[in-house]
T-cell receptor, first 113, second 115 residues
Framework: KAGVTQTPRYLIKTRGQQVTLSCSPISGHRSVSWYQQTPGQGLQFLFEYFSETQRNKGNFPGRFSGRQFSNSRSEMNVSTLELGDSALYLCASSLGQGNNEQFFGPGTRLTVL | DQQVKQNSPSLSVQEGRISILNCDYTNSMFDYFLWYKKYPAEGPTFLIS???IKDKNEDGRFTVFLNKSAKHLSLHIVPSQPGDSAVYFC??????????????WGLGTSLAVNP
C-alpha cells in the first residue's frame, strides 16, 4: 500500500505570494490533518479534514486554508506569505475522523524569502 | 502554553545501553499518548502508544510507561541501536473530546546512539 505523498517536496516563495501544497492520503484513509513544524514550536496542528469538511482547526490565521476532495486528497493554501511561514508542512492521514494513529507524509519544505 | 513538554532537547546514549526519553503533560483530560520517531527529511512514524487505563505497554525493544498521578510518561529503548538515532516526539489526546480530539505534540528529543 502506498504511503502518504506530498507535493512539492521543496518550495521557495517570496513575501506576499501565495502557495498551494498537496497531499494524497493512504488509500482508504478518509481523514487528512495538516501540521506546521518549526524548530522552536514543534508540530503545530493546522486543521483536519474528513469527508470533504473541515472538522477541526488549530490556532492559525485565516491566511491558512485548506480543502479536501471526494477522493480524500487534500490541498493546503497559504496566502500573503510572511517570512515566519517558512517551515516544514506535514500532512497526515488516518482511517477515521480524530483517529489518533496518523501516518505522515515526508512533508513540504517551504522557504519564504 | 506547552501542554506536552519534552524537557530534554537532546540525549546521547552508547549502543547497547538503555535510552530513556521523558515527556510531561499538564492537561488532566489527556487519556491517550503516543510516541513518534522522525528521521531527517521524513515525516514522523508511529512507534508505540498507551491508553490511560494502562501504566505500561511494550513492543519489542520499546516500552512506554505512564504515571498518571505525576502526569509523566517515558519511552525506554533497550538495547539502543545506532538506527534508533532520530527525533522522538511525544503526543497526547483526549478521547473525551470525541471527534474533535486532536493530537497535542511535544517539541521532540533528539536521540543519538553512538556505536
Amino acid at each position: 500500500k502506498a504511503g502518504v505523498t506530498q507535493t512539492p517536496r521543496y518550495l521557495i516563495k517570496t513575501r506576499g505570494q501565495q502557495v498551494t501544497l498537496s497531499c494524497s492520503p493512504i488509500s482508504g484513509h478518509r481523514s487528512v490533518s495538516w501540521y506546521q513544524q518549526t524548530p522552536g514550536q514543534g508540530l503545530q496542528f493546522l486543521f483536519e479534514y474528513f469527508s470533504e469538511t473541515q472538522r477541526n482547526k488549530g490556532n492559525f490565521p485565516g491566511r491558512f486554508s485548506g480543502r479536501q476532495f471526494s477522493n480524500s486528497r487534500s490541498e493546503m493554501n497559504v496566502s500573503t506569505l510572511e517570512l515566519g511561514d517558512s517551515a516544514l508542512y506535514l500532512c497526515a492521514s488516518s482511517l477515521g475522523q480524530g483517529n489518533n494513529e496518523q501516518f505522515f507524509g515526508p512533508g513540504t519544505r517551504l522557504t519564504v524569502l | 502554553d506547552q501542554q506536552v513538554k519534552q524537557n530534554s532537547p537532546s540525549l546521547s546514549v552508547q549502543e547497547g545501553r538503555i535510552s530513556i526519553l521523558n515527556c510531561d503533560y499538564t492537561n488532566s483530560m489527556f487519556d491517550y499518548f503516543l510516541w513518534y520517531k522522525k528521521y531527517p527529511a521524513e515525516g514522523p512514524t508511529f512507534l508505540i502508544s498507551i491508553s490511560s487505563i494502562k501504566d505500561k505497554n511494550e513492543d519489542g525493544r520499546f516500552t512506554v510507561f505512564l504515571n498518571k498521578s505525576a502526569k509523566h510518561l517515558s519511552l525506554h529503548i533497550v538495547p539502543s541501536q545506532p538506527g534508533d538515532s532520530a527525533v522522538y516526539f511525544c503526543a497526547a489526546s483526549s478521547f473525551k473530546a470525541g471527534n474533535n480530539r486532536k493530537l497535542i505534540w511535544g517539541l521532540g528529543t533528539s536521540l543519538a546512539v553512538n556505536p
